[in-house]
């Protein structure tokens, strides 16, 4: 089983639907990561998390909104999608600052 | 001015022959660190090496060595006896400390745009 799981894998919807993609986790990390990749652009990060009681908003929040339910479960919601939020969607997890993120294996967002 | 520059789009060899994909990054930060991902077309985000920027001696891990030039602020992943499977997209990212308002320390990343790799027989 993956250490890093997101559901859905594809999600094809229309405007103004909202949407949550779930993430969830067997490391055992307190951070986790909400990144968007476009063509071109790399990873952009949304929002990360250290413990339910902790979220902060990354370089690109306006339009999305977190919760954390748990140590191991990180979702993220559009309210509202718009075409321009179409993109791959991952989340990721961390131990100790200096430690590498690890990946999900992302969930393919396509805005009609 | 950006903090990850990776300014190969794309970058073909032949297969068992070495590579190198270029990073030059930008930080005050004293304490840092750099990783190295490869995705594949499939998608998902793979970690290859790490380097810590008070790290004396340069990372490796197997087929991939990480020559990191401080001063130069360059950190150039080197894949040797190349793959046909080591066609993907590789992605620098540069680890700053960042602490939040509660005092939460977290390590943030900042991407590279990618360098497609192709690997010909």
């Known amino acids: 089983d993956a250490d890093v799981t997101q559901t859905p894998r594809n999600r094809i919807t229309k405007t103004g639907k909202r949407i949550m993609l779930e993430c969830s986790q067997t490391?055992?990390?307190?951070?986790m990561y909400w990144y968007r990749q476009d063509p071109g652009l790399g990873l952009r990060l949304i929002y990360y998390?250290?413990?339910?009681?902790?979220?902060n908003k990354g370089e690109i929040s306006d339009g999305y909104s977190v919760s954390r339910q748990a140590q191991a479960k990180f979702s993220l919601s559009l309210e509202s999608a718009i075409p321009n939020q179409t993109a791959l969607y991952f989340c990721?997890?961390?131990?100790?600052?200096?430690?590498?993120?690890?990946f999900g294996d992302g969930t393919r967002l396509s805005i009609l | 001015a950006q903090k990850i520059t990776q300014t190969q789009p794309g970058m073909f060899v032949q297969e068992k022959e070495a590579v190198t994909l270029d990073c030059t990054y930008d930080?005050?930060?004293?304490?840092?660190?750099l990783f190295w991902y490869k995705q594949p077309s499939s998608g998902e985000m793979i970690f290859l090496i790490y380097?810590?920027?008070?790290?004396?001696q340069n990372a490796t891990e197997g087929r991939y060595s990480l020559n990191f030039q401080k001063a130069r602020k360059s950190a150039n992943l080197v894949i040797s006896a190349s793959q046909l499977g080591d066609s993907a997209m590789y992605f620098c990212a540069m680890r700053e400390a960042h602490t939040n308002a509660g005092g939460t320390s977290y390590g943030k990343l900042t991407f590279g745009q990618g360098t497609i790799l192709t690997v010909h027989p």
């Open positions: 380097q810590g920027s008070y790290d004396q």
């Open positions: 990721a997890t961390s131990g100790e600052v200096g430690q590498p993120q690890h």
């Open positions: 998390s250290f413990d339910v009681k902790d979220i």
């Open positions: 490391k055992g990390h307190d951070r």
């Open positions: 930080t005050s930060d004293p304490s840092y660190g």
